[in-house]
C-alpha cells in the first residue's frame, strides 16, 4: 500500500485518509490500488458540487413534462436521500475540524444570488433554434429553461453555506478562494456523477487543471441515472470510473468519518 505524507515537521492537524484508484496499466492487468492519504486538515477543502433542491421540501416539486436537474424521478429521490444521509453529515464533520467546506453551483442561479460574481449576463447567447432547440425541446420539454422547475431552482437548505462559507460559480473563482489559503487537496461530493462532477465549472477535471489533488466520496454521489439505469447505477459507476481513472481517487464516507475522529 502507498502512503503519501505531508512535510514531516508539520504539526498541524492531520487526516490520515485511506482511498483508492484505479490503475489502468499494464492494460492486460488493471485494477484498483489502495493509497493512504495524511492530509493537512486546513490545506484540504470538501466541496458540495451543484447541490439542487428540485424534488427536495425547500424546492419546486418535479415535473413529470420536464426532465431537468437529475432528470428522471429516481435519481432525484436519490439526490436528496444523500444529501440529508451523507452529504450534509459530512459537512458537519468538516467544520468540527475546522477542515474549510466550499459550495460549487451552476450560474444558472445567479438571479437567485445577486450577492455572488457572475458572468452570466455577459454572455449573449441567442436562444436556441432549428435543429438544436428540437432536440433541447425532446430531450428536457418545451421551454424548460423558464417554465420547468429548473426555473425556480435553488441550493438545497439542507447543503446551503454555514458562516462565512463560500458559494462560487466558476473555476476560477474557486480557485483564487482556495490557493491564497494554501488548500491543495479537494473532497468532492454532490452531482451529478457523470457530468458535472467531472467536467462543470469547479469540477474535478477543471481543478486538476490548476494543480489540485481530487478525491471524490463516491457514495457522497448520484449520476442522472434512467429509469432503466438506476437500478445497477450504471451512469453512477461510470462517473466514478472516469474520476478513479483520470482525475484522482476515491473514498467513501465512512472513510471520511474514521479519519475525521482520528485527526491527529
Not at 425541446?137 to 425556480?152: E, F, I
Amino acid at each position: 500500500m502507498t502512503k503519501l505524507h505531508p512535510d514531516a515537521m508539520s504539526h498541524k492537524p492531520i487526516l490520515t485518509l485511506d482511498a483508492r484508484y484505479y490503475r489502468a496499466l499494464p492494460i492486460d492487468h488493471p485494477g484498483y490500488e489502495p493509497v493512504t492519504f495524511d492530509l493537512e486538515v486546513t490545506r484540504t477543502a470538501l466541496i458540495g458540487m451543484h447541490c439542487w433542491n428540485i424534488g427536495c421540501p425547500d424546492g419546486p416539486e418535479i415535473d413529470v413534462n420536464y426532465c431537468v436537474g437529475m432528470g428522471w424521478p429516481q435519481a432525484t429521490v436519490e439526490a436528496d436521500r444523500i444529501m440529508t444521509d451523507v452529504i450534509r453529515p459530512a459537512m458537519d464533520a468538516a467544520r468540527s475540524i475546522g477542515l474549510p467546506v466550499c459550495h460549487v453551483e451552476t450560474d444558472w442561479m445567479a438571479d437567485r444570488y445577486p450577492h455572488i460574481p457572475s458572468r452570466k449576463k455577459e454572455i449573449d447567447t441567442p436562444p436556441p433554434a432549428g435543429r438544436r432547440k428540437e432536440m433541447l425541446d425532446r430531450a428536457h420539454g418545451p421551454d424548460y429553461r423558464t417554465n420547468s422547475p429548473l426555473a425556480q431552482m435553488q441550493r438545497a437548505e439542507i447543503v446551503s453555506p454555514a458562516g462565512n462559507e463560500p458559494l462560487i460559480f466558476y473555476t476560477d473563482a474557486l480557485d483564487a478562494y482556495l490557493k491564497p489559503r494554501g488548500i491543495d487537496t479537494l473532497l468532492y461530493t454532490g452531482f451529478a456523477t457523470d457530468m458535472c462532477v467531472l467536467n462543470a465549472e469547479g469540477g474535478a477535471r477543471p481543478m486538476l487543471s490548476r494543480g489540485y489533488r481530487c478525491i471524490l466520496i463516491r457514495d457522497a454521489t448520484v449520476g442522472v441515472e434512467t429509469p432503466e439505469s438506476f437500478s445497477e447505477r450504471l451512469t453512477t459507476r461510470y462517473g466514478i470510473h472516469i474520476f478513479e481513472w483520470q482525475l484522482g481517487y476515491s473514498t467513501t464516507f465512512k472513510a471520511f468519518l474514521d479519519a475525521v475522529s482520528s485527526v491527529h
